[in-house]
């Protein structure tokens, strides 16, 4: 097991490609923090992951903003002590003319 008791925190994990890299680290012996800006999906991934026997805790936080950054960093720590992996997955999709993307929308 590659990442055996290491401290993995995967952001936008409450569906798809994350839940699926939470579910692979589980796997591989990772102690697997879910978060995602979605809170429901998040708990519901670390629940699944904890149905397997992995450890995984569900953490709600919007990591578009810096206190959401730190807000993970810091209950982590608490929580676990140490962070070993951060799998950046979380990210948005804007759709249209590269020209007509706004400010905020290159922010976000």
């Given at each position: 097991m590659r990442f055996q008791d290491k401290v993995v925190v995967v952001t936008g994990a409450a569906g798809g490609?994350?839940?699926a890299i939470a579910h692979r680290f589980a796997s591989e012996g990772a102690k697997v923090v879910v978060t995602d800006v979605n809170a429901e999906g998040a708990l519901a991934t670390a629940a699944a992951i904890r149905g397997?026997?992995?450890h995984a805790r569900?953490?709600?936080a919007d990591i578009s903003k810096a206190e959401g950054c730190k807000s993970v960093i810091?209950?982590?720590l608490a929580q676990e002590g140490r962070i070993d992996v951060l799998c950046n997955n979380a990210g948005i999709n804007r759709r249209g003319p590269l020209l007509s993307l706004t400010a905020e929308d290159w922010d976000l």
């Open positions: 490609i994350g839940t397997t026997g992995a569900g953490f709600a810091a209950d982590t």
